[in-house]
């Protein structure tokens, strides 16, 4: 900590991609003593060059911002920096996400939806060497821990796509030898990394040769394939979510070619989308990760709450790391770039997610 004026300060940094809450927080700092907020940041590249520039004492980061992995960027963070305070300022409380960030070493969880008045006690609370975790994780972290150690039940497509990996391929070698496209491999490694709670291919792979049982196979799941190899192709339900009215149209066009005989229904916002899940549970829902001012990912949550069954693809002209995780944990099966929505990528997807077991 700097000295100014005999005085002790605390010297922070603070890291998030929206200025407005910026700001907020660095209200919430000033009204502390004898802390200052020396830079403030918007994107991993920056957050790197800034903490070797500043090397302040304490930094509140999101989690959500461009050319930023967390559960790559904080570990490297905490090992060059041992003594630097870190505290995550976000509005995500997936509790498999914040274990692995506290394993990383950050000193504190606080979650944006939380009084400023604890904002501030968790910046002291850190900076006096106490671990902060806001309270409504710390439920989720404890039924966690108690719970006993299970393997997961995958689908057949994801055991394939495991196995495949412990041999070693790579995501093309994977798509080839399963007839699928890189990016639908990518969106299975993604699902399947969160059910095994790992972060890597490495250790996917290690996983399965600890719990060589998890690519064991059930009679259900060997009838439900011979069943998709003879029928591959069926009536769907599909549900599209998109503020943009014609975009919807365009896309409504092309679906209506690859699936001449499904039933097609549209939704501009989240409410009609629920409304209309709600009475058609539709085999397949695509999604826009942002529907003007609001949230598509809260839309797909919103959506298996309302009928679990649903399969949910968000889509985005955005394409960002951070969105593809959201979209996983959020329930959805695939994640695709607008750009590439044609009829042949559209008829791809569709069959793989009907023939491919998933939930």
Not at 336 to 343: E, G, M, T, V, Y
Request: glycine residues 4%; charged residues 30%; neutral net charge.
């Amino acid at each position: 900590m700097s000295m100014n004026a005999h005085t002790c300060v605390t010297r922070i940094v603070l890291a998030d991609d929206h200025a407005v809450v910026r700001a907020g927080i660095q209200k919430v700092i000033e009204e502390l003593p004898n802390m200052e907020v020396v830079d403030e940041v918007e994107d991993g590249p920056s957050l790197v060059r800034c903490l070797r520039e500043t090397r302040p004492d304490c930094l509140l980061v999101d989690l959500h911002m461009p050319d930023f992995d967390p559960l790559q960027t904080i570990p490297e963070i905490r090992r060059q920096y041992p003594s630097m305070k870190i505290l995550v300022v976000s509005v995500y409380d997936d509790g498999f996400y914040v274990q692995k960030l506290l394993e990383a070493g950050v000193d504190g969880y606080h979650l944006k939806d939380q009084p400023l008045s604890d904002l501030k006690l968790a910046v002291r609370r850190v900076l006096e060497g106490e671990r902060w975790i806001s309270s409504p994780l710390i439920s989720k972290l404890v039924d966690k821990r108690k719970s006993a150690p299970t393997i997961p039940r995958l689908t057949v497509r994801q055991r394939d796509i495991l196995r495949l990996l412990q041999e070693g391929l790579d995501n093309q070698a994977i798509a080839l030898e399963l007839n699928l496209s890189i990016k639908t491999v990518e969106n299975h490694l993604t699902r399947l990394y969160k059910l095994l709670e790992v972060g890597s291919r490495l250790e996917a792979a290690n996983y399965a040769n600890q719990h060589p049982e998890i690519l064991g196979i059930t009679g259900e799941q060997a009838a439900q394939l011979q069943f998709a190899k003879a029928y591959p192709r069926r009536d769907v339900t599909l549900l599209l979510v998109d503020d943009n009215f014609h975009y919807l149209q365009q896309l409504q066009r092309v679906l209506g070619k690859v699936c001449p005989k499904a039933d097609l229904y549209t939704a501009n916002s989240i409410m009609t989308a629920v409304r209309m899940a709600q009475r058609v549970h539709p085999d397949i829902a695509l999604i826009d990760v942002i529907l003007g001012e609001e949230d598509g990912i809260r839309c797909a949550r919103r959506i298996k709450a309302v009928s679990r069954e649903t399969r949910i693809i968000m889509v985005s002209a955005y394409p960002d790391r951070e969105f593809r995780r959201l979209s996983i944990e959020a329930g959805a099966i695939a994640f695709l770039d607008k750009k590439d929505l044609d009829a042949r990528a559209l008829k791809q997807v569709i069959e793989d997610i009907l023939t491919s077991g998933l939930p």
